[in-house]
């Protein structure tokens, strides 16, 4: 797309999105996990948080101009939820070694950004939000590019509707007219009072973590006020950004840079929004039955009140409960009042405390290739179901602690254990001592299906050894 086409979008310069598509997947817990975030759910609709976001970006800009800021751990499902809203955006994905919150994923987006324009403008989005009326968010942008083409800081702020104290606040300056504001200071999640005062007082506006700005004055910022992350950024013509991503500091946009600058402007949003990071919030936004409850899956519900009840496991029954919330997965149930949904973070701090993997994954999960199932684990064993895409192909590998018995459930699968190959298919099976090299493959056009149990001492996933891999997961 060309700079006048870029004008005629109505944006003050070319422009590029940068999407953060990381998370931890602790607010929607136990829905969401480290593995499957809330932005790779579908929570409300028929397409997940992230690929609703990517819809909504594409309103504003071409494919070639956005870029989608994830961690290794999840590239593979991002790009693959992106390929399905536009085959455009697999290949602008970016992967991040380990998390080092929002300032560094933005500058891995601002290297690509750069690259292309250093003169571009840069639009910041999370990929987690949820925004109605698309046309009155591109507009807002649109006013927003005039601000940042003029070397400000561009946030957006939304009016609150009642006092929420998990976000933060932008308080209001002076106004610059078309609904923009100068910047008179950030208050992060303030107490009960203070947030009914601000309401009230009509001084401040949600902080929606959606920014525009120059990329070069953005980056000139951080030399100044991030001399550490600024000398990491230098350095990338001599060695790749991700090489020293160990070594960076772990710190937000907002208290790296945003917090510590002058000329920031806040446009007011013509667009209704909402951080889905709560179930408060996603109790609120969903349909609700006549009793007031929002309803999801396999439940029955008794008497019940203004609650929000989900099952993604089995039955979940529930009876006389008032202003509760009760979600269910195949591994964990959470149960919580309504006005405590903040301590859901508490629960996972405290899982983590005890080395609990129900922080990390839920029983299914995700993989390149397909997707495995922990059907039992006990002593010295566990049990899988495994399912290989068509044409998919796992990587040739190896394991000290344990050995594995394939059976066949459907499908062909192509095996190969010490460089000897072999076919299967329906009800056969092979070995796989321990210390053997082997791969596993589906060479048909339908799924294939396995059963794989796994018997050893030391049975978790780190326990993998990668000799070759078509999605680049050998270690150097």
Avoid at 188 to 208: C, M, V
Avoid at 214 to 219: E, K, V, W, Y
Avoid at 436 to 443: E, G, I, T
Wanted: aromatic share 8%.
């Amino acid at each position: 797309m060309s700079d006048a086409e870029m004008s005629r979008d109505g944006f003050a310069a070319p422009c590029h999105a940068i999407i953060l598509a990381g998370g931890s997947g602790t607010r929607l817990w136990p829905l969401s996990r480290n593995l499957m975030p809330k932005q790779l759910l579908v929570l409300g609709g028929e397409t997940t948080l992230l690929q609703q976001t990517v819809s909504r970006v594409l309103e504003a800009f071409a494919p070639s101009r956005i870029w989608i800021v994830t961690n290794e751990e999840h590239v593979f499902e991002v790009r693959k939820q992106a390929a399905v809203i536009d085959p455009a955006l697999e290949g602008q994905v970016l992967a991040e070694p380990l998390g080092r919150n929002t300032l560094p994923a933005i500058m891995l987006g601002l290297d690509r950004v750069v690259m292309e324009d250093e003169s571009a403008l840069a639009a910041v989005f999370p990929s987690d939000h949820l925004v109605r009326d698309t046309g009155a968010w591109v507009r807002d942008l649109q006013r927003a590019s005039r601000l940042a083409a003029e070397k400000k800081f561009v946030t957006f702020g939304v009016e609150p509707h009642k006092p929420e104290t998990g976000y933060g606040y932008i308080a209001l300056g002076t106004e610059l007219g078309e609904n923009a504001y100068t910047v008179d200071g950030f208050v992060e999640k303030p107490d009960y009072a203070t947030a009914t005062r601000f309401i009230q007082e009509g001084s401040h506006l949600w902080n929606s973590g959606m920014f525009l700005f120059s990329a070069r004055h953005f980056l000139t910022q951080v030399a100044r006020c991030e001399p550490q992350l600024w000398d990491w950024w230098m350095a990338r013509e001599e060695k790749p950004l991700v090489e020293g991503y160990r070594d960076i500091p772990n710190i937000s946009v907002d208290y790296g840079v945003v917090e510590k600058i002058d000329n920031i402007s806040v446009v007011r949003a013509g667009f209704d929004w909402d951080d889905l990071g709560s179930w408060e919030a996603m109790y609120r936004l969903g349909d609700k039955d006549a009793d007031g409850n929002v309803i999801k899956g396999d439940v029955l519900a008794i008497d019940c009140r203004n609650s929000l009840l989900i099952s993604e496991g089995g039955k979940l029954a529930a009876v006389g409960l008032s202003d509760m919330i009760m979600v269910q997965t195949r591994d964990a149930t959470l149960t919580c009042p309504m006005p405590h949904v903040q301590a859901v973070r508490d629960v996972v701090a405290a899982l983590k405390e005890q080395g609990s993997q129900l922080v990390e994954s839920h029983v299914t999960v995700h993989r390149p290739w397909g997707n495995y199932t922990v059907l039992e684990e006990g002593p010295q064993y566990k049990i899988k179901r495994i399912q290989v895409l068509p044409g998919a192909r796992l990587s040739s590998q190896m394991h000290h602690h344990r050995s594995e018995h394939w059976v066949v459930v459907s499908g062909t699968a192509e095996v190969e254990v010490d460089n000897k190959p072999v076919i299967l298919v329906e009800n056969q099976f092979v070995d796989i001592p321990k210390a053997s090299q082997h791969r596993l493959a589906n060479p048909g056009k339908v799924l294939l299906d396995i059963i794989e149990i796994q018997s050893g001492p030391y049975l978790e996933e780190d326990d993998i050894v990668r000799f070759d891999d078509v999605y680049g997961r050998v270690e150097k």
